[in-house]
Nanobody, 126 residues
Framework: VQLSESGGGLVQAGDSLRLSCVVS????????MAWFRQAPGRDRDFVAA????????EYAEFMEGRQTISRDNAKNTVYLQMNRLQLDDTAVYYC????????????????????WGPGTQVSVSS
C-alpha cells in the first residue's frame, strides 16, 4: 500500500491545519493508521493513531488535545486536524499504515507500521 500526505505548509502560531493522507494500492479499511512527526534534530514521535474501524483512538499527550485523527474509508483518506499550532509543532508529519485483521487494534510504536508516506512539512512561525 502506498501513502501520500498533503496539507502541510507555513502557518502562524495559533492557526489550525488539517493534514490528509491518501492510501492507494489497497483498501484503507484493512489498515489501522497513525500520524507521526519528526522535528529537526529529533527522533520521530507518535502523534495519533486510529483503529481500522475507527472505534479506538490514541493520542500523544504532548499535544494536549490539540489534535484530532479521523478517517474516511470510502475516500481512502485519513486526516489529522491540528488546532492552536505552536512553534514547536514545526516538523515533517508522516502518515503510517499497519495491516490488521480486526477493527479494534491500534498501536503507538513505529515498528507496528509497515507502510509510510514521504511526509509533509509543517512550519509554524510567530
Amino acid at each position: 500500500v502506498q501513502l501520500s500526505e498533503s496539507g502541510g505548509g507555513l502557518v502562524q502560531a495559533g492557526d489550525s491545519l488539517r493534514l490528509s493522507c491518501v492510501v492507494s494500492g489497497g483498501a484503507l479499511s484493512d489498515y489501522y493508521m497513525a500520524w507521526f512527526r519528526q522535528a529537526p534534530g529529533r527522533d520521530r514521535d507518535f502523534v495519533a493513531a486510529i483503529s481500522r474501524g475507527g472505534s479506538n483512538i490514541e493520542y500523544a499527550e504532548f499535544m494536549e488535545g490539540r489534535q484530532t485523527i479521523s478517517r474516511d474509508n470510502a475516500k481512502n483518506t485519513v486526516y489529522l486536524q491540528m488546532n492552536r499550532l505552536q512553534l514547536d509543532d514545526t516538523a515533517v508529519y508522516y502518515c503510517a499504515a499497519g495491516y490488521a485483521d480486526n477493527d479494534w487494534f491500534v498501536a503507538r510504536p513505529e515498528y507496528e507500521y509497515g507502510s509510510w508516506g514521504p511526509g509533509t512539512q509543517v512550519s509554524v512561525s510567530s
